[in-house]
């Protein structure tokens, strides 16, 4: 079993033991996730940023993913949001699951954040800005510019996971929830017209040209899905 096969099993442990308070997608998300880093993954030891913190399983805690695969690799896990009102609840998700996580947190604008690093990472997850699905614009544009600050620090091979995108000619019944309590709050069908609409879409159309160093190396279904892109030179 691989380290990524092994971060995937007890991902799925703990996402049981929530007893389905975790979104159904994430554990289709998570297995994509560990396909790719499996096949495509070259390092030895996982550097990893999340822009967007994780902090309950309401939204699928994906972050203890990453977390753990830094732990088992000896490497570096640091996440950022803007929100001080997540820090210490950051904090807590992790270490209730395992508090022999390290994790660095910090407040501050993930853009901000990226431009001032001091290591180089080889795996980011791009999860921050929360997607208004009536409203992508700003959220994909915030995913460009994270994309732009770090992407030329990261050494060839390195893998970008952006969330919350949607590809067109198919639809999504949208919820809207209550962030701290999962009650929902109303609902509507949404159907998707453009080619890519989400937090990884400029991302997403420059990886798919060809005078670019990053590839596309995810494939796509319906509903959620992450994108997923490589540093090829």
Not at 134 to 163: T, Y
Not at 188 to 216: C, M, S
């Amino acid at each position: 079993m691989s380290i990524f096969q092994n971060a995937q099993e007890l991902y799925r442990f703990h996402y049981d033991k929530q007893n389905g308070a975790a979104a159904p997608i994430r554990l289709e998300q998570v297995e994509t996730i560990t396909d790719i880093l499996t096949n495509h993954f070259p390092f030895d030891v996982v550097n990893c940023i999340e822009t967007g913190a994780s902090q309950n399983w309401f939204d699928g805690m994906v972050g203890y993913y990453f977390a753990y695969l830094t732990k088992i690799t000896q490497g570096k896990y640091y996440s950022v949001d803007n929100d001080i009102n997540l820090e210490q609840k950051t904090l807590d998700a992790y270490a209730k699951i395992d508090s022999t996580l390290k994790v660095n947190h910090t407040t501050d604008d993930s853009i901000n954040f990226l431009k001032n690093i001091d290591f180089v990472p080889n795996l980011i997850h791009l999860d921050s800005w929360d997607l208004d699905i009536k409203n992508p614009m700003p959220s994909a544009l915030h995913g460009w510019r994270e994309f732009e600050a770090i992407e030329d620090r990261m050494p060839i091979g390195s893998i970008i996971l952006v969330d919350d995108n949607y590809f067109g000619g198919t639809f999504q019944q949208w919820f809207w929830h209550d962030n701290d309590t999962g009650k929902l709050l109303g609902d509507e069908l949404i159907n998707f017209e453009y080619p890519i609409t989400g937090k990884g879409a400029h991302i997403y159309q420059y990886a798919k040209r060809e005078d670019t160093n990053w590839n596309v190396i995810s494939n796509f279904g319906y509903g959620n899905q992450k994108i997923i892109v490589q540093k090829v030179n």
